[in-house]
């Protein structure tokens, strides 16, 4: 019995996490009830994915689906102005307007302050801090995402206040930003007062006259406005593009002779943007996007779904779909391909809420992948997941300091070791953790009350004068909500 029990424990590393991963996905498909419906799956293929997708009547976005209680919950303070949960109509098209405007500008611009953004993140690295710390031999330890964290931070503050970013601000962004993603993974449960204090700095800079953009008419009130820069830039931005130059990176460290080839010929971008495309199809950055269709949907041949239907698209199933191999890293398939007929769509589809980066992001993402190839060399013994809740640790090795190979031999043993074990505490915690908030979200009814209070017959300043969903904690802050930083 005492080898049995050996055996079951010294195994969990290969069993448990897997375990209770689809324990996990059963409990969140309750969420929405039966009335949800995942594509493809069912009536509708990955041959039609697109088209039902594309469908104008597939553009509810919050009202009357379970899982909106469910991110509203997540991506609080403010998810009623966010970009992503605005229902369609004129507010949502003055706030996509705001949004393309403000990450508008000539490519070259753009990759510039990228390349400097990224530069000054890595200049700092030898201080060692929460993305790692110097070791003998010339190498770092990092986490890739909390790294990319601060150059998006970076970034994204030079794009909305056209200044640099102050250290300590880099901070709160970060911060703020760290939150949403490990709630979302139901990693750590949320820390509202960690997305407050971003909330203030930008009040501050609001109430100053230091935002040189024209923010639309509808953010009524400057928390509004303010919840609106901080979940737009500050937490989705900074989140996804952070997660992608994680999984495209942590890509590098593992493919050896697609990194060597990329370092020696910098330049080359059909070959970078072969390697994105093909990252990004294994690890697309959307899970389910869900919509809720606003009126009955026919497109024939027997596939119809009445109005108030919860579509889950699924993008992962949708881009291994019509391919041979999809589980193979094959960077060359987009040379045989055309990327216009291949089941991919990395930024969702044109005519249902396309992501507002879809320019920006590749542009973006190459000039800061040059930054870091031309400083260090990249290795990883991790697993590679679309989730990526390890949040990609990750080996650099500084140019023109190669590491004792037996060190680093030594550093890939020990990161693959704590990899497999540190899989089967963090799944037990987001089986726990992701049940707990899924409860509470549901106790909470974000959206539910929001629509109901906006249905409501209410005095225009009755109406202005509600509180806006925070999670069940009000918005209000110590001192003046105009104190800036």
């Known amino acids: 019995m005492a080898a049995l029990g050996a055996g079951f424990a010294l195994s969990a590393p290969y069993w448990l996490p897997k375990a209770v991963v689809a324990l996990r996905v059963r409990a969140f498909a309750q969420v929405n009830g039966p009335g949800g419906v995942v594509v493809p799956g069912g009536q509708v293929g990955p041959d039609r994915f697109e088209e039902l997708y594309a469908h104008p009547a597939a553009n509810g976005r919050s009202r009357g689906a379970g899982l909106s209680d469910l991110f509203w919950y997540w991506l609080s303070p403010g998810p009623e102005v966010h970009q992503e949960h605005l229902e369609a109509g004129p ?37 060692g801090g929460t993305s790692g710390g110097m070791t003998s031999g010339g190498m770092t330890l990092v986490r890739l995402r909390d790294l990319m964290m601060q150059v998006w931070a970076e970034f994204f503050h030079e794009l909305v206040f056209h200044d640099p970013c102050p250290p300590g601000v880099r901070g709160l962004i970060t911060d703020n930003a760290a939150d949403v993603v490990d709630s979302l993974k139901n990693t750590r449960l949320r820390h509202m007062d960690r ?8 009040l501050g800079r609001l109430a100053a006259g230091e935002v040189p953009h024209e923010l639309p008419a509808g953010l009524a009130t400057a928390r509004d406005r303010a919840h609106y820069l901080q979940g737009t830039f500050f937490s989705t931005a900074v989140v996804q593009m952070s997660e992608a130059m994680a999984h495209l990176l942590l890509v590098l460290a593992t493919e050896q002779d697609v990194q060597r080839r990329l370092a020696a010929h910098p330049d080359d971008d059909h070959d970078l943007g072969n390697v ?80 507002p980066a879809w320019r920006l992001a590749p542009l973006v993402m190459r000039a800061v992948t040059r930054e870091v190839l031309r400083r260090f060399a ?8 679309r989730s990526l809740p390890h949040r990609a ?3 650099l090795v500084a140019r023109g300091r190669p590491a004792p190979r037996g060190r680093r031999w030594a550093a890939l043993a020990f990161l693959r070791l704590r990899d497999r074990w540190e899989d089967v505490g963090r799944s037990l915690v987001q089986f ?25 017959p209410a ?13 069940g904690e009000g918005h209000e802050v110590p001192g003046c909500p105009h104190s800036g930083r």
């Open 91 to 127: 507010l949502y098209d003055a706030v996509a307007r705001t949004t393309s405007a403000i990450l508008a500008g000539s490519s070259a611009d753009l990759a510039a302050t990228a390349t400097r953004c990224a530069a000054a993140v890595l200049d700092g690295l030898p201080s």
């Open 195 to 202: 997305r407050r204090r971003l909330t203030r700095y930008l």
């Open 276 to 355: 994105m495309n093909e990252t990004l199809r294994m690890y697309p950055l959307f899970g389910i996007a869900h919509r809720i269709t606003t009126a009955d949907i026919d497109l024939g041949g027997g596939v119809a779904y009445p109005t108030g239907t919860v579509l889950c698209f699924d993008y992962p199933a949708y881009h291994a779909s019509g391919w041979s191999d999809p589980q193979v890293f094959d960077p060359g398939r987009w040379d045989r391909v055309p990327a216009r007929s291949a089941h991919h769509i990395p930024f969702g589809i044109a005519a249902n809420r396309p992501c």
């Open 378 to 385: 990249l290795h990883s013994s991790v697993s590679h997941t």
């Open 393 to 395: 640790p990750c080996l």
């Open 432 to 456: 726990g953790l992701g049940l707990w908030m899924v409860r509470d979200a549901r106790r909470q009814r974000l959206t539910e009350r929001w629509f109901a209070r906006q249905d409501a």
């Open 459 to 471: 005095a225009p300043d009755a109406r202005a004068a509600q509180d806006t969903p925070d999670g």
